[in-house]
């Protein structure tokens, strides 16, 4: 019986270091993709946007002084009304799902000279991100398209000269695409924001705000996404307005945390098969649990590579019905066809598919195994309760002796 269990656990233990290489081999296989497709990725579709709000700055310098940069002082937008819309389009590359997205933004600013001087003031418009494309793009200064825009450093740079008292209106719209995160910053200090209103439209309900960020001051369900609206009057701060796209379940990770666990679900199998045949005097000789772990293997083996093609969740199903016919069609042999086709398959369906697929639920997973090992504590001792362990050891220790002596 020790000769049998050390056995046992030799075929244990290799097949658990075979998952952990096949686990830490994902692991090296999804960074090394991610770090070359994120770029192609950005490339196609555009980064992480960040849009900064216009600043519009004044020269205080008299006439017969010297103008220069440190003289420019900034001023407060007087109103900011902003819509966008955000529409996500997910993307696969390898074992990874990239959370891109189509942006339609429309801002319209009020600047206004409050001074009691003619002043030309300078609007500069910052682009939120270097490396993206900008599809009809408008600026609009006081009902006027400007049509010869110049860019200085990726910025736009307009002059507009104002009387005292008066206001003018600075629409800027465009169509861009991005990833992972939209947000609008009103700059790096605790900078006033006036009549401010931002509007944003999206078609996913899963919504999530960046840290750092103001959650919006009222919600509104729209069909299959959401309207959410910052309104302020007179505000004071030095956070941003944000928006994460939802991201979808990423094979490549997945796949590794669901190997790295894997070498659980055989202990649990291989401990109540080993206490099932072994009440039921049924012989099962280790040899066979090496190839029943083999098996086991073949499911993670299979599925690592497969996800690269398919949906993760067809992987899954098609993997687990690869790895229970190789093992029923297996110990119906070995035996008999009753006990491959109850008892092993149903073992294998709880300790190795349904095992797997609680890693779909983030977050419920630890307590779902959790639960699963004291349900299979519950069993055996309820199933071995009258066992007498003295005479099922001792007899199969002379069953062995006998053997080896004849």
């Not at 709000?53 to 002082?73: C, D, F, I, S, W």
Request: charged letters at 20%; a positive charge.
């Amino acid at each position: 019986m020790g000769k049998r269990i050390f056995a046992i656990s030799f075929i244990y233990a290799c097949t658990a270091l075979g998952w952990i290489i096949l686990a830490g081999t994902t692991i090296v296989r999804t960074r090394t993709q991610d770090v070359k497709l994120r770029d192609a990725v950005g490339q196609l579709w555009g980064t992480k946007q960040i849009q900064q709000a216009p600043l519009v700055y004044y020269n205080p310098a008299r006439a017969g002084q010297t103008k220069t940069q440190e003289t420019m002082e900034r001023l407060a937008l007087d109103a900011s009304n902003i819509k966008v819309d955000l529409k996500l389009d997910h993307r696969k590359k390898g074992l990874l799902w990239y959370s891109t997205y189509h942006v339609v933004f429309s801002g319209e600013y009020r600047i206004i000279n409050n001074s009691d001087q003619p002043r030309e003031m300078l609007l500069d418009f910052k682009f939120p991100a270097k490396g993206a494309v900008y599809d009809n793009f408008r600026f609009v200064v006081a009902g006027r398209e400007i049509q010869d825009i110049k860019l200085k450093s990726g910025n736009i740079t307009k002059a507009i000269q104002l009387s005292p008292g008066q206001s003018e209106n600075v629409e800027i719209s465009y169509e861009s695409q991005g990833l992972d995160e939209w947000s609008y910053d009103f700059g790096l200090n605790v900078n006033p924001v006036r009549n401010f209103s931002l509007v944003l439209n999206t078609d996913f309900e899963d919504i999530d705000f960046p840290a750092q960020s103001i959650s919006p001051t009222h919600k509104e369900r729209t069909g299959n996404g959401w309207k959410l609206t910052w309104q302020y009057t007179n505000l004071f701060t030095g956070v941003k307005i944000g928006m994460i796209t939802p991201r979808k379940l990423n094979p490549g990770p997945w796949v590794s945390r669901v190997t790295a666990a894997a070498p659980v679900s055989l202990f649990l199998f291989f401990f109540l098969l080993f206490v099932f045949t072994t009440v039921k005097k049924i012989k099962i000789h280790p040899m066979n649990y090496f190839f029943i772990g083999t098996a086991f293997f073949s499911f993670h083996l299979l599925l690592a590579y497969l996800v690269d093609h398919i949906s993760i969740h067809l992987a899954f199903w098609i993997c687990s019905l690869v790895s229970i016919f190789l093992v029923v069609s297996y110990m119906r042999l070995v035996i008999g066809r009753r006990l491959a086709f109850i008892e092993i398959a149903l073992l294998q369906l709880v300790y190795l598919v349904f095992f797997s697929y609680t890693f779909f639920f983030e977050g419920y997973t630890g307590l779902a195994i959790t639960i699963l090992c004291i349900a299979t504590l519950f069993v055996v001792m309820q199933f071995t309760a009258k066992v007498d362990w003295d005479k099922v050891f001792v007899k199969s220790d002379a069953a062995a002796d006998n053997k080896a002596a004849g």
